[in-house]
């Protein structure tokens, strides 16, 4: 009975609609191409290092930061120069950029010169890329797709990328037992390939870029974007729970596969069996996120997402064998609200923000995001050293519990729907008056 009905959900939800347009069906099929292709990458990279250059954990770990150290170096300068420019012209330079990167690898272990240096480099520069091509994707939706369809458009999208995180690192060993480590990076650099071609076929038209004379200096830029994010009502709740969310998320994350394996005592195989639920739980997220905001309300679904779903992760601490594994199906509900609350929360920011400022907003959330991510790694560490990884676990789900109190304390509380479009001035003094569109009261 139950699969019937997600298959009936995905039948009205996935089949039509926006698929039915092409232009967002090239950006889908690009999109979901490549983050297949991404979550091969993201196992295939350290089996490099181990297999073929016998690097140690601490390499290991060396990789991961420089994928996410670009987002607290470059991340607001980016988000200023996205505004700048043409926004396909710049997906489409970071594709091909990341299809050369990744194709390098694969080449140079072949010819027996590569080395952990070129890996480093290589992880650092297609972060970059990441950072400009997620900037400006972020402003490029909104152009592509008409404002009352962005629940949906984000709703598929992030339904793609769940489903990579579940069947991408399968794929990653698939690879790697027939053709190599190596040859991943090589079927990643080929979904790049796709990307650009999609890209390339839009017809869409670019959102406005402003005029020259329109421009302040690039540091002016990257600090109203930052403050125009920090001093909203709406935005700066969301962007305070998101940082401390992700360094919860990912201090747990970066202990789950030791605490399954070393505490709990489950094989690799069942371990890795139940860090894919979490992706499961995540294309069941974004399946039901447009229907949560037609019943609740944006702002409510957005609140009960949040506040609803997080509390589960303190089932995954209590996890244990036998029955007990059922526990850390915790952690796929809360996916389902993690999910769902980003899709609702991704399509009103994009409707919200002046399109002028799209780029800067889009990376200053990013950046102050992304960045907590490589600290709650660390913590995790200090604390499953200190207090044993069970203990660490608590800690950090109570902590990620928390976040919700950043949503009941703001004027999400208060409202049944979030605002359509920005109604005041995104210059220096930053005030919100929403005109016709006032949020209902609740």
Known sequence: MLTRRVRELFARRWQGGLFRRRDFRLLWVGETTSEFGSAVTWVALPLIAVQSLHAGPFEVALLTAAAWLPWLVIGLVAGAWVDRLPKRPVMLLCDVVSMLLLASVPVADWCGVLTFWQLLAVASLAGVSTVFFTTAYQAYLPALVEGEDLVEANAKLQGSRSAAQIGGPGIAGGIAALA???????????????????????????????????????????????????????????????????????????????????????????????????????????????????????????????????????????????????????????????????????????????????????????????????????????????????????????????????????????????????GGSPGREHRLEPASNTPQQA
């Open 180 to 422: 190599g480590v190596a040859s991943g990076l090589l079927a990643d650099a080929v979904t790049f390939a796709v990307s650009a071609l999609c890209l390339r076929s839009i017809g869409s038209r670019e959102p406005e870029v402003r005029a020259a004379a329109e421009r302040r200096g690039l540091r002016r830029e990257v600090l109203d974007g930052l403050r125009f994010l920090l001093t909203d009502p709406y935005l700066r709740p969301a962007a305070l729970a998101a940082a401390v969310g992700n360094l919860c998320l990912t201090g747990m994350d970066s202990l789950l596969v030791y605490f399954l394996v070393k505490t709990v005592g489950l094989g690799s195989g069942v371990a890795g069996a139940l860090m894919g639920s979490v992706g499961v739980g995540g294309v069941l997220g974004a399946l039901c996120a447009r229907r949560l905001a037609d019943r609740l309300g944006t702002a409510r679904a957005v609140l009960c997402c949040y506040v609803v779903g997080l509390p589960f992760m303190l089932l995954v601490p209590l996890t244990r064998s036998g029955v007990g594994l059922v526990l850390f199906a915790g952690y796929a509900v809360t996916s389902v609200g993690v999910v769902a609350g980003n899709v609702i929360y991704d399509g009103f920011v994009q409707r919200y923000t002046p399109p002028e400022m799209m780029g800067r907003i889009a990376a200053s959330g990013s950046t102050i995001a992304y960045s907590c991510m490589p600290v709650g790694a660390v913590l995790a560490g200090a604390l499953a050293s200190l207090a044993g990884v069970r203990v660490a676990l608590w800690i950090m789900s109570a902590a990620l519990v928390a976040t919700g109190g950043f949503l009941l304390c703001s004027p999400y509380r208060r409202l049944r729907d979030l605002p359509t479009s920005y």
